[in-house]
């Protein structure tokens, strides 16, 4: 098993670009979540989804879109990327039951 | 404002002494509590959680102590090792049952020292 996989693990764009960052996971989980970290915090959430089909705001979602078109993958996008984008960016799934989430390695995002 | 904070931004231990590691939250909804280990340029990874019905949870070396009437949590890591060393992040799941996401502190630095 991959666990939470993410692609690309690093992009650098500019700002007004638009990028999708992908999050893949073959846990079979019912919910998976989009974090933000940025220096010196802690993960923050951007949006999560509970099911395929349903996408939710969560913290901080201004300036992104989610699709959950599919079970397994969970889709960031960044329509006119900004500076204040800059972080990393992290993925996570979770079995509907339980609390505890499985993150994917991370996506280092520069928007310059 | 900090729903969920850890105070201290750095923490070093000597080797095989115990680690303590704080939390303190605001928000009376928090119903489960969990401590994520992250290393550099990797994802965080579920180390130890707690349920609000409980006080205690072991596992292994990782303890962790929830207090609720002073909305307080600690993490004690007994006896510390060199791989402990890594960001502690604190972080907390609402009555929404986990679906809504976790709540996270800003983390604490631990460094074990030979």
């Known amino acids: 098993n991959a666990g939470v996989t993410q692609t690309p693990k690093f992009r650098v764009l500019k700002t007004g670009q638009s990028m999708t960052l992908l999050c893949a996971q073959d846990m079979n989980h019912e919910y998976m979540y989009w974090y933000r970290q940025d220096p010196g915090m802690g993960l923050r959430l951007i949006h999560y989804s509970v099911g395929e089909g349903t996408t939710a705001k969560g913290e901080v979602p201004d300036g992104y879109n989610v699709s959950r078109l599919k079970k397994q993958n969970f889709l960031l996008g960044l329509e006119s990327a900004a500076p204040s984008q800059t972080s990393v960016y992290f993925c996570a799934s979770s079995h509907g039951s339980f609390r505890e989430q499985f993150f994917g390695p991370g996506t280092r995002l520069t928007v310059l | 404002d900090q729903q969920v904070k850890q105070n201290s931004p750095s923490l070093s231990v000597q080797e095989g002494r115990i680690s303590i590691l704080n939390c303190d939250y605001t928000?009376?909804?928090?119903?489960?509590f969990l401590w994520y280990k992250k290393y550099p340029a990797e994802g965080p990874t579920f180390l130890i959680s707690i349920s609000s019905i409980k006080d205690k949870n072991e596992d292994g070396r990782f303890t962790v102590f929830l207090n609720k009437s002073a909305k307080h949590l600690s993490l004690h890591i007994v006896p510390s090792q060199p791989g402990d060393s890594a960001v502690y992040f604190c972080?907390?799941?609402?009555?929404?049952?986990?679906?809504?996401?976790?709540?996270f502190g800003k983390g604490t630095h631990l460094i074990i020292q030979p």
């Open positions: 928000n009376s909804m928090f119903d489960y």
């Open positions: 972080a907390a799941s609402g009555s929404g049952g986990g679906a809504d996401g976790l709540t």
